[in-house]
């Protein structure tokens, strides 16, 4: 049973049929997949889906599936964590931390909306998928492809971290390095998408793909015990999941599954790629294109597509955003870490420093309920973190005692 | 000589299916103007008003994102490569 009516889009109200495309051909802004909510409130219940597997499909309703999905099986379904430890740290009573770096396959959020892209171009029967990447999609087209029997095409910039290039080679995808940064990668796969009949999902399967972030959002409803939370905090590279969040939310408020949902949203970027955050200080959504300079490169997009969608929606729920130096990345990260015991990308690094001072600054309420969105694993970016070297000893209790009791330099 | 023009899909039927135009150097203003009386409708469907593209499409020259250059006063030299690309998701 499908509750899709079709495609439409999100501008201009213009409709389109099921299919392959990437934008609007009037006037060239995204396409939101149409759902039938009356049919959907019909059959949807909080006690339904709670009496399912955890994982993404639990809401498979609201995702543009037409056939019972073949991969991506595992996905969603990561764990929301009270985070007390770190709440102390800034200041705040009711903190979660929202973790999708232990996703699955490839331990970043990037494996909702690959599950949605990948069985759609299985639906779609096209023949191989690629994608333009800054590394964390890259692995999960890659690993989903793999398991679907599909070929993959993916690019990424030549200067991206060693670990995410070895985490995408390893499925057998055809790994392409561009010399150029993120944006110069995606205009080429845009134009790439116009002669190859294949599913890039970034692009022609874009309206698909995005659904899959709102699992995000329902997940966080459900695990606060369907409730929405007062404010959440998310990275923005593009600008696609904090809209996706937001739409999540409203549609199980639409459902029925939620009272009213008057979460605030908050974006976080990094100082040297800033584009989204510029715009929302100067009080606008006109988006600037910047030349990304930051160690988050999985956010290290200065030309986001989603990002006048994403300001306008910060504005409406009387959110904000703020950015991160790679100084305060690096100690994110670790603040992170050693407060809930979580290891995040460079990317979970801007989020935890943003979130730092969204609370300083007083936009986010010592008692507001809120949500960090942790999108990667830190183990996909080593270098954004300069730590000591370990102390090494001869195999001797001695020396482990002179260490113990704090006089390591000696040993 | 000329620059090449590469036309998404989506203005194809205003190019009569042309995937590739070619136009006399200028500005981008006076190529997108020159397009414009070949193609009618051109213009209108990829800029706001005579000084504003739309949202969700960008120009490239060379490469290059006109924002980055001159925006639509960009110069644009015999020989270069001209691409309208729709702004895409990413990450």
């Known amino acids: ?411 | 000589m000329s620059i090449k023009l590469t036309i998404p899909t989506a203005l194809r039927k205003i190019t009569r299916d042309a995937d590739v135009v070619e136009a006399e150097p200028g500005t981008v203003r006076e190529i997108i103007a020159s397009l414009d009386e070949s193609f009618h409708g051109f213009g209108s469907r990829i800029c706001e008003d005579e000084d504003k593209l739309r949202r969700f499409i960008n120009i490239y020259v060379d490469g290059e994102d006109i924002r980055f250059l001159d925006n639509l006063s960009t110069r644009v030299r015999d020989g270069a490569e001209l691409a309208i690309v729709l702004a895409i998701a990413g990450g």
Not at chain 1, 152 to 173: C, R, V
């Open chain 1, 1 to 411: 049973m499908t509750f899709i009516n079709g495609l439409k889009c999100r501008e201009c109200g213009r409709e389109y049929s099921k299919r392959a495309i990437a934008g609007c051909e009037e006037c060239f802004a995204p396409l939101e997949v149409d759902y039938d909510y009356d049919a959907i409130s019909r059959v949807l219940s909080r006690e339904v889906i709670s009496a399912r597997p955890n994982n993404l499909w639990r809401y498979r309703e609201l995702l543009p599936l037409e056939r019972e999905p073949a991969v991506g099986l595992a996905s969603g379904g990561t764990p929301l964590i009270r985070a007390e430890r770190l709440g102390r740290v800034l200041g705040i009573r009711d903190l979660y931390i929202k973790n999708d770096s232990v996703n699955s396959p490839t331990l970043s959020f990037k494996d909702r909306v690959t599950a949605v892209a990948i069985n759609k171009a299985l639906e779609f029967g096209l023949e191989a998928v690629g994608c333009a990447s800054t590394g964390n999609l890259a692995n999960s087209v890659a690993a989903s492809a793999a398991s679907a029997g599909l070929p993959a095409y993916i690019l990424i910039p030549h200067n991206l971290e060693l670990n995410k290039i070895i985490a995408t080679s390893i499925y057998g995808a055809q790994v392409i390095t561009v010399r150029g940064n993120y944006d110069d990668v995606n205009r080429l796969c845009a134009e790439l998408a116009e002669r190859y009949p294949w599913g890039f999902v970034n692009v022609n399967l874009r309206p698909f793909y995005g659904e899959g972030s709102k699992t995000f959002g329902y997940e966080i409803a459900e695990q606060l015990g369907w409730r929405a939370p007062a404010a959440i905090v998310v990275p923005m590279a593009g600008g696609s999941l904090i809209t996706k969040i937001h739409k999540g939310l409203k549609e199980l408020e639409r459902l029925g599954l939620l009272e009213e949902v008057g979460t605030r949203l908050f974006g976080a970027q990094a100082e040297g790629c800033n584009p989204i955050t510029s715009a929302v200080k100067r009080g606008s959504t006109e988006i600037k294109p910047v030349k990304p300079a930051t160690i988050a490169k999985s956010l290290a997009i200065g030309n986001p597509a989603d990002g006048y969608h994403a300001a306008r929606l910060i504005a409406q729920t009387r959110g904000w955003a703020d950015d991160a130096s790679d100084e305060e990345v690096a100690a994110g990260i670790q603040l992170l870490a050693e407060t809930e015991g979580i290891f995040a990308e460079s990317a979970g690094g801007v989020t935890i420093a943003v979130t730092k001072k969204l609370i300083e600054q007083g936009r986010i309420n010592t008692d507001d309920l809120t949500v960090i969105a942790i999108t990667g694993n830190g183990l996909k970016t080593p270098d954004a973190v300069k730590l000591p070297k370990p102390i090494c000893i001869e195999p001797k209790i001695d020396h482990f005692d002179r260490v113990a009791s704090g006089l390591a330099a000696t040993v």
